[in-house]
């Protein structure tokens, strides 16, 4: 158990729908990143928030947004979805606030979303 | 665009054969780390290698980074059943916060 926790697990939707996926890090870590893995990609880095702000940018599509709340939870909020939307979506903390401080990244277990 | 590729793909070997799994790009890292994943889990980290030219061992794990800090290796000795997993690298940037994972080595030891 790494201490961070995704939720749903699984979440069935169709074309054109709006959901939102949550992530609790663990107790005392700062920093929550999103990726966005699937078979063909790969594990895509998708937003990184630390203590509430956005610290950096990837892939991330205009279509999907994030933030993270005064209590360190985060969410990322996948509006108008497509069929290529269908994927494992991980949430991962880490206690620093800059990756060039070789912070472990601890991942919840995903989130499947399928859209059908 | 910082990208991580690894080879190979995938890899079936049988117990106790020895392997490498490759991560390189052509950008350079501050930091390289990899994780291992299994199915219905997020990856979990196995090493973290800063220095260029450092080598970690790791049991039966050998990682080495390149000197030039842009690829690194993975070697497994004697390789068991329970090492059967999805071999991930990620590059730490060097003057940013991302984390960039390569597609990952699908790795299978045969008993």
């Known amino acids: 158990d790494s201490g961070v926790t995704q939720t749903p697990k699984h979440l069935i939707t169709a074309t054109g729908q709006r959901v939102t996926l949550r992530c609790s890090p663990r107790?005392?870590?700062?920093?929550v990143y999103w990726y966005q893995q699937s078979l063909d990609q790969g594990l895509q880095f998708l937003i990184q928030?630390?203590?509430?702000?956005?610290?950096a940018k990837g892939n991330i599509l205009e279509r999907f947004s994030a933030q993270q709340f005064p209590d360190l939870h985060s969410e990322l909020n996948l509006s108008s979805l497509e069929l290529g939307d269908s994927a494992l979506y991980f949430c991962?903390?880490?206690?620093?606030?800059?990756?060039?401080?070789?912070?472990?990244?601890?991942f919840g277990e995903g989130s499947r979303l399928t859209v059908l | 665009t910082q990208l991580l590729e690894q080879s190979p793909q995938f890899l079936s070997i049988q117990e106790g054969e020895n392997l490498t799994v490759y991560c390189n790009s052509s950008?350079?890292?501050?930091?390289l780390q990899w994780y291992r994943q299994e199915p219905g889990e997020g990856p979990v980290l196995l090493v973290t290698?800063?220095?260029?030219?450092e080598v970690k061992k790791l049991k039966r794990l050998t990682f080495q980074f390149g000197d030039a800090r842009k690829d690194s290796s993975l070697h497994i000795t004697a390789a068991q059943p329970g090492d059967t997993g999805l071999y991930l690298c990620?590059?730490?940037?060097?003057?940013?916060?991302?984390?960039?994972f390569g597609k990952g080595t699908r790795l299978h030891i045969l008993p």
């Open positions: 290698v800063v220095t260029g030219g």
């Open positions: 950008s350079v890292f501050s930091s």
């Open positions: 990620a590059g730490v940037g060097s003057g940013d916060d991302k984390i960039i």
């Open positions: 991962a903390s880490s206690v620093r606030a800059s990756a060039s401080n070789t912070g472990e990244l601890f």
């Open positions: 107790s005392g870590d700062l920093s």
């Open positions: 928030y630390y203590n509430g702000e956005e610290r």
